[in-house]
């Protein structure tokens, strides 16, 4: 593979950006938001500065990346010679599809087509396209650059092949990969999201802070980053549609989301990106 193409220019998808330029990677990032892309150039641009500061990155590598990264509002052109396409799209199921349905009939007979959905079924989204054996998921977690997991998730109609290439593509970006079914929610969103919204109950009831949650988890369970502080990275709203998709998709009231993470999104209280969620933060625009 040389060349990625990524659709959708937000968090995530100029995340994914990012790893891929400093692994060597032509990328080109697509978005129907011009000023969308500009941001992301300009994330990235930063994230390239922030690691030759920490050593994390050549300036070599800095310089290269620059050169390699495409800006298209132009789907048809983005996905042109290919060897990848990874779609980031928001989490909704007719919008990755009719992307899906696009790309599939303008790509090579090799692309593979992946999609970074969190918890939406990878076999409803590749049944849009035309070619479901090379189509997979690939969840990548925020921030990309530091997370070292990437989750595949095979549809019905994926093929060995694409697992494998799919894991190799993961691996060549340094991330480790880990293969699971088309089941709602996948390992992770299943089980991150019930963490969360437990600590979000916690606070609800008055059980203790934000803080001392988070704490008790990095403390007590060796977690990285508490469930809240990472529910505010992630997006409150992220995590709500998500909750929402299991809770329909299982039935099981574990997944039901509780008044408090409704009521926050409604006051437009999203964590980091709107600079208000369990926390303060301070908002990079």
């Not at 990755?96 to 790309?103: E, G, P």
């Not at 329909?248 to 006051?267: E, F």
Request: net charge negative; hydrophobic share 45%; aromatic share 4%.
């Amino acid at each position: 593979m040389t060349t990625v193409a990524i659709i959708g220019a937000g968090t995530m998808g100029h995340g994914i950006a990012y790893v891929a330029l400093t692994a060597g990677y032509d990328v080109v990032l697509d978005d129907v938001d011009t000023d969308a892309l500009q941001r992301a150039q300009a994330h990235i641009g930063l994230a390239l500065d922030s690691g030759v500061m920490r050593g994390k990155v050549t300036e070599e590598v800095r310089q290269d990346a620059l050169t390699h990264l495409s800006l298209t509002s132009d789907l048809d052109a983005a996905v042109a010679g290919a060897s990848i396409v990874i779609e980031a799209a928001p989490e909704v199921l007719a919008l990755k599809q009719a992307i899906f349905k696009r790309v599939s009939e303008r790509i090579a007979s090799d692309t593979l087509l992946a999609t970074n959905t969190s918890s939406l079924s990878i076999t409803s989204i590749a049944a849009a396209g035309t070619c479901p054996e090379r189509a997979v998921g690939m969840h990548f977690f925020n921030p990309v650059a530091a997370m070292k997991l990437v989750e595949i998730v095979r549809g019905n109609s994926t093929s060995p092949d694409t697992v494998a290439r799919a894991r190799a593509f993961a691996e060549s970006l340094g991330k480790t990969a880990i293969v699971v079914g088309d089941s709602p929610g996948f390992a992770t969103s299943r089980l991150g999201v019930v963490l969360g919204l437990e600590a979000m109950r916690m606070v609800e009831q008055g059980v203790a802070s934000a803080g001392d949650i988070d704490a008790a988890m990095e403390l007590g369970y060796n977690h990285p980053v508490g469930p809240l502080k990472l529910t505010d990275i992630v997006g409150l709203d992220v995590r709500l549609a998500v909750a929402d998709h299991l809770y329909d998709s299982i039935g099981d009231a574990t997944y039901k989301a509780p008044g408090i993470l409704r009521a926050m999104v409604a006051d437009g209280k999203l964590g980091r990106k709107s600079g208000q969620g369990f926390y303060k933060w301070e908002t990079i625009r």
